[in-house]
């Protein structure tokens, strides 16, 4: 096999990473660089602040990876040539393509969702195909029906805000900084369940699609019903918090069923969040299904995913000519 250490790159939104992996030995060298600090005082993601960031922060972590495997060059480049900001992914695309060529090796375009449904399969206890795929992100939620590397079939989407959107957008409404997914999940720890309880969208219908920008909306409203109320903001979190899981589990639980599979895979950012671990585990027990996580570093934005997905692509022979393609919207 010709390929068989891939350097990938992963520049699509506000982390630079960057890693190498052996298709004998797995992953042998990552690196992740966070631009949160960067972005966190304009509330979000400042589109070309994260592109000249990308610039300076990504050759020098290429450098470190290849120097820790002691290697001049990797057998193939990937990037993730999309979905994602424009400006952030012509940098890892650029440098990419160009860097593929200088070395005389083949390169690839991954897609960042493909790289983020298969980072269970770095986990030991990778799962095998067939699955359903919960994918969940600051971008997208989808259900995907899931055959094969590149065989891709979506069974339902959010028809507004992706859940970790709706994290992050209640998050602010209870004054925490950007992302706040992660501290919404925190502060919901102290909050009460029984306090309030928020719809759970579309889920007394048939089908797998969701639906999240009206729970902002009832945070808003709760929020402001109850005024100052010190132990409110943790109420509202738990609130929230729960809302999202449960409709996340009930559609885990329909796809499952009408598609028969075995195995749920859930990725992306928010699978990270340790209530929706919970909740889909006891669900699959109950219906003898496994379900297979990403372990936390590799739920969220890294190098490592676009690697492997890379692999993937360039074992099965997939190369690309010389044209630097960034595909800012780009279906699976
Ligand atoms: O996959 P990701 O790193 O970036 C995208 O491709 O979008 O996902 C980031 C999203 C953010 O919305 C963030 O708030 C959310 O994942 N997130 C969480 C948790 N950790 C990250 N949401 C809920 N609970 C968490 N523990
Ligand atoms: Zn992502």
């Given at each position: ?8 790159i992963?520049?699509?939104?506000d ?6 992996y ?17 972005h ?16 300076r ?16 060059c990797?057998?193939?480049?990937a990037?993730t040539?999309?979905?994602g900001l ?18 005389g090796?083949p ?6 969702l ?6 269970p ?5 990778a ?10 992100s600051?971008g ?17 989407e ?14 602010k ?6 992302p ?7 502060l ?15 889920t ?6 969701f ?41 885990c ?49 890294n190098?490592?995913m ?15 000519d ?8 780009w279906?699976?």
């Open positions: 096999m010709g390929c068989r250490r891939v350097l990938g992963e520049t699509s939104c982390e630079t990473g960057v890693a190498i052996d298709g004998a030995e797995g992953l042998v060298a990552e690196r992740l660089y966070t631009q949160v600090g960067l966190a005082r304009y509330g979000g993601v400042v589109p070309e602040l994260a592109s000249r960031d990308h610039v922060r990504l050759l020098p972590l290429v450098r470190e990876v290849l120097d820790e495997v002691g290697a001049a990797p057998d193939g480049v990037y040539a999309g979905p424009i400006g952030a992914l012509h940098v890892g695309a650029s440098v990419g393509r160009s860097l593929a060529f200088g070395w090796v390169a690839i375009g991954v897609h960042h493909e790289g983020h449904l298969l980072a399969m770095l986990e030991a206890d799962p095998d195909f067939p699955f359903v795929a919960l994918l969940v600051g997208h939620t989808m259900l995907i029906d899931v055959t094969d590397v590149g065989r891709y079939a979506l069974l339902g959010s028809l507004d805000d992706a859940a970790g959107e709706a994290f992050d957008k209640t998050a409404l209870l004054g925490l900084s950007y706040g997914g992660a501290a919404l999940a925190k919901a720890c102290d909050g009460d369940p029984a306090r309030f309880r928020f719809p759970r969208p579309m007394d219908r048939p089908g797998l699609d639906s999240f920008s009206g729970l902002k909306t009832f945070a808003l409203n709760t929020l402001q019903s109850i005024g100052e109320d010190a132990r409110g903001r943790a109420d509202v979190a738990r609130a929230f918090e729960d809302a999202v899981v449960d409709t996340l589990t009930i559609k639980r329909r796809a499952l069923q009408q598609t028969g599979r075995r195995r749920l895979v859930v990725a992306g950012g928010v699978s990270a969040n340790r209530r929706l671990r919970v909740h889909l585990e006891d669900m699959a027990n109950a219906h003898s299904v496994r379900v297979y996580f990403p372990r936390p570093a590799y739920c969220t934005d190098g490592a676009i690697a492997y997905a890379g692999y993937r692509r360039l074992r099965a022979g997939e190369v690309e010389l044209v630097i393609r960034s595909r800012p919207r279906p699976l």
